[in-house]
């Protein structure tokens, strides 16, 4: 009979691509999780993985293994979360989320307030974390529920193995210092906003394009960026302080934000959805924190 730990290994050997990965994840060493694997192999009788530079991809009988294995683990991951109500005699078990920062304030808090009352026996885990990161640690279970952002036009990959719920839609707004000769305005008109001093995310994330893009699509300029941070409530803190400008979502300035002034651009509405993943087949306490977020996301956006 082969072993479940070991089936595990192997399945987080193909996720990460690398035996090191792997370990790295898992907290092993390479070599323990190499003699792990070799016993797979001997108890399957034929290899499993092949090395292909400096990564290693499933053989055909290492893809059925990891796809049996998925089964196999979910199935363990629902009897652990039964059995836990049945001996709590209520709705139990440990669930952890991922989230970005934002999202994180204002919705997985709240929810984590809200489920210690309603639901006292699931232990909330959670961490702060992007998506890029967090889609993989959600398929090989080192998480179970993951809060993401996709903003307009950039389209975050399809996860046809995962579940993904709406949880709410954000406008995108204009920060200004409120002493900017634009500030009174309902509508900023973003082509008037060429000379100012940007404040906007690091490059490479789904911010800092979607900056770009917007102030190119709707503004016709190429945005003067000259202050970058990944922490969005220190873009809104550099637009009060150094005269900047941002373009920041309803999250982040929630109901409202002393001292800059927050309008929406005047050539267009430009949003971020924000959204759910789980892995397809839900525990009943990660089904109750999904409901605890949704219910959390609800009449979070500003009108």
């Given at each position: 009979m082969m072993d479940l730990h070991r089936l595990r290994l192997l399945r987080e050997v193909h996720g990460r691509g690398?035996?090191?990965?792997?370990?790295?994840?898992?907290?092993?060493?390479?070599?323990?999780?190499?003699?792990?694997?070799?016993?797979?192999?001997?108890?399957?009788?034929?290899?499993?993985?092949?090395?292909?530079?400096?990564?290693?991809r499933l053989t055909a009988a290492g893809e059925v293994l990891v796809r049996h294995a998925t089964a196999l683990l979910d199935g363990v991951e629902a009897a652990e979360a039964e059995l836990a109500a049945v001996a709590a005699g209520r709705v139990a078990g440990v669930v952890r989320i991922a989230s970005f920062q934002s999202a994180f304030i204002r919705v997985?808090?709240?929810?984590?307030?809200?489920?210690?009352?309603?639901?006292?026996?699931?232990?909330?885990?959670?961490?702060?974390?992007e998506v890029e990161q967090a889609a993989p640690a959600l398929r090989l279970q080192q998480l179970d529920v993951m809060v993401g952002d996709e903003y307009d036009g950039q389209?975050?990959?399809?996860?046809?193995?995962?579940?993904?719920?709406?949880?709410?839609?954000?406008?995108?707004?204009?920060?200004?210092?409120?002493?900017?000769?634009?500030?009174?305005s309902d509508r900023v008109p973003l082509r008037e906003l060429a000379e100012l001093p940007w404040a906007a995310c690091q490059p490479g994330t789904g911010h800092r394009e979607m900056h770009v893009r917007v102030c190119r699509e709707?503004?016709?300029?190429?945005?003067?960026?000259?202050?970058?941070?990944?922490d969005l409530l220190i873009l809104l803190?550099?637009?009060?302080?150094?005269?900047?400008?941002?373009?920041?979502?309803d999250l982040v300035v929630g109901a409202?934000?002393?001292?800059?002034?927050?309008?929406?651009?005047?050539?267009?509405?430009?949003?971020?959805?924000?959204?759910?993943?789980?892995?397809?087949?839900?525990?009943?306490?990660?089904?109750?924190?999904?409901?605890?977020?949704?219910?959390?996301?609800?009449?979070?956006?500003?009108?």
């Open positions: 690398t035996v090191h990965g792997a370990a790295r994840a898992l907290g092993y060493s390479p070599s323990a999780i190499s003699q792990q694997l070799a016993v797979l192999e001997r108890e399957a009788g034929t290899p499993l993985l092949e090395r292909i530079g400096r990564n290693v997985v808090a709240p929810a984590i307030r809200s489920l210690a009352a309603s639901h006292p026996d699931i232990r909330v885990e959670a961490a702060e974390l389209p975050r990959a399809v996860h046809t193995d995962l579940r993904r719920e709406h949880l709410l839609r954000e406008h995108i707004r204009v920060i200004l210092p409120t002493d900017h000769p634009l500030a009174a709707l503004g016709g300029f190429e945005p003067d960026i000259r202050y970058s941070s990944d803190e550099l637009v009060r302080t150094t005269g900047a400008g941002a373009l920041l979502p409202g934000a002393p001292g800059v002034a927050v309008r929406l651009p005047a050539e267009g509405d430009v949003g971020r959805a924000v959204f759910l993943l789980t892995r397809r087949t839900r525990t009943p306490a990660v089904a109750a924190v999904a409901d605890a977020l949704a219910t959390a996301a609800t009449g979070q956006t500003r009108s």
